[in-house]
């Protein structure tokens, strides 16, 4: 049997059952990894020891009859959720030689519900990307086609489930990292209602906006995760205090009666036509299940990417001012000057777009700029927050395609930050909005500049109302047994270095 594949939730109850040993489970991954990963670049960091360890601990919990949710599964952790004892870099220069001292929230419980943690997976610098291609430490490629990125900011995590290097995987969502890497690389990530996981130890980008979440290789995987790591936290006072609901049983309901909201602003201009088919296929199989498709119009949407690349950079240039060489990470030697020191570190720790988002942050917030650009972009994020709960009044979730187009090329949009942007359209109004969104393989099209080229996976996405996990989950799971696009595995060519 081939664990690689293997979701988390029969991972768990093998081990659980005791037909393989979560010890013999993390071998296997950990020696998966070592093999294949020097072509994907998933991870930043491996830790054998700590793993092996950790799932001697969970081989012996189980011997004493403990009931764990994760009980044995590997997981990777994305380099900008803090790990006690294991380097933390966040994907950049300026936090070199980071050991934390402890866990990040979402991390700890992972670890008490019988996670075993792989190691650190790469990403775009503070999360700031939609490739993969801003980390410090070299890019991620996409185990689909090697030659093209895996979708950012959570690139090593969507990677590496894709590649079966791990089981499940933590990512983090400020305008779409989790969404859209998963969706590029043909697995299933979900986006927590604002506050709905702690934040505490995730390095912050854009504090209103960030979110920690699951990649897995199902719904059923992501419940579970979700149930784990959500709920309230006395050290992060923005967490919601609401119980946790079993997310995994709502994956057991029937999607007859759903009512799927369709934009029609986001099936326009710009929507790669073997995208939208897939999407359009999408909503025919859980219409023929019983959903309903309704109508919906988001006239905002234009607005969404400039509004969110305002608040993101005004509150990155605020949060990425605590690093200045004094308190943690790099520190430029041969300064003549206190200040000299902070500008020296800042430039040779910050890569380019680190830099461009301070920039334009601080411009935004400039006095005499504040109310023009801040203030107005505030204003406007409550509008699309409004639009998009009026429209969630109409129908139990939003259906829409993830991204615009397949994975793009390595190199194909680092030279066009605007490109680059454009690639969040469909995700950025979720963020903005503080709502649940979850992102679902649902076909493979060939890229649009290269008919004859590789089949690459599409996502589907799904957008509910605040604390409406539950139905997005109970959506993703009905498409998933009607259909197989979420086992599909990247070419053979990648399983055998
Ligand atoms: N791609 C978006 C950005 O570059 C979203 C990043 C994220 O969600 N962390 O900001």
């Known amino acids: 049997m081939d664990l690689a594949f293997l979701s988390a939730v029969e991972i768990s109850r093998q081990v659980r059952a005791r037909q393989v040993s979560a010890v013999e489970v993390t071998r296997h991954f950990l020696d998966r990894a070592a093999r294949l990963d020097a072509r994907l670049g998933c991870f930043l960091l491996l830790d054998p ?55 990040a929230t979402c991390v700890e419980r992972l670890r008490r519900a019988g996670g075993v943690v792989l190691g650190k997976l790469n990403l775009d610098e503070f999360a700031m990307g939609s490739s993969g291609e801003n980390s410090a430490f070299g890019p991620t490629r996409n185990p689909w086609d090697p030659s093209r990125v895996p979708g950012g900011s959570s690139s090593g995590s969507a990677a590496a489930v894709s590649a079966g290097l791990c089981a499940l995987s933590l990512g983090t969502d400020t305008g779409g990292s989790i969404r859209q890497p998963a969706a590029l690389c043909g697995v299933s990530g979900l986006k927590p209602t604002y506050g709905r996981v702690s934040r505490h130890g995730l390095i912050a980008f854009a504090s209103s906006l960030d979110q920690a979440g699951p990649i897995a290789r199902s719904a059923e995987d992501l419940a579970v995760c979700l149930g784990v790591i959500a709920g309230p936290d006395p050290l ?3 967490c919601l205090p609401e119980p946790v609901p079993d997310y995994l049983s709502a994956c057991a309901a029937s999607p007859a009666g759903l009512r799927i909201g369709v934009p029609r602003q986001y099936f326009s201009e710009g929507l790669e ?8 296929q999408a909503l025919a199989v859980l219409c023929a299940a019983g959903a309903v498709a309704v109508d919906v119009s988001l006239p905002l949407t234009p607005h969404t990417v400039s509004t969110y690349y305002l608040i993101a950079t005004a509150e990155a ?50 006095s005499g700029y504040y109310d023009a650009y801040y203030r107005r972009a505030s204003q406007v994020r409550r509008l699309i ?44 109004s979720a963020s903005l909005a503080g709502l649940p969104a979850v992102s679902i393989p649902c076909g493979l099209a060939p890229p649009a500049d290269d008919p004859d080229g590789p089949l690459l996976p599409v996502g589907l996405q799904l957008i509910g109302p605040p604390l409406g996990e539950s139905v997005l989950l109970r959506a993703a799971a009905a498409f998933q047994r009607l259909t197989d696009w979420h086992v599909r595995r990247p070419p053979a060519a990648m399983e055998i270095p």
Do not use: H, W
């Open 385 to 428: 927050r409004d639009e998009l709960l009026s429209a969630l009044a109409r129908c139990d979730l939003i259906l829409s395609p993830t991204t615009p187009g397949v994975a793009f090329r390595l190199g194909e949009r680092t030279e066009d930050p605007l490109a680059m942007y454009l690639s969040d359209i469909y995700t950025t």
């Open 317 to 366: 240039s605020s949060n990425l001012a605590r690093y200045d060489g004094v308190r943690y990470g790099l520190r430029a030697a041969g300064s003549a000057s206190l200040t000299e020191m902070y500008e020296r570190t800042r430039a040779a720790g910050f890569g380019a777009e680190v830099r461009r988002r301070i920039l334009l942050g601080t411009y935004a917030l400039r």
């Open 273 to 280: 036509p073997a995208v939208e088919r897939c999407v359009r």
């Open 49 to 103: 020891e700590g793993a092996l360890a950790q799932a001697a601990e969970v081989d012996a919990a189980c011997a004493r009859g403990e009931d764990l949710p994760l009980c044995g599964v590997p997981i990777g952790i994305k380099d900008i959720l803090c790990t006690r004892g294991l380097t933390t870099t966040a994907g950049s220069r300026i936090l070199a030689g980071f050991v934390p001292p402890y866990d």
């Open 236 to 238: 992060d006072s923005t």
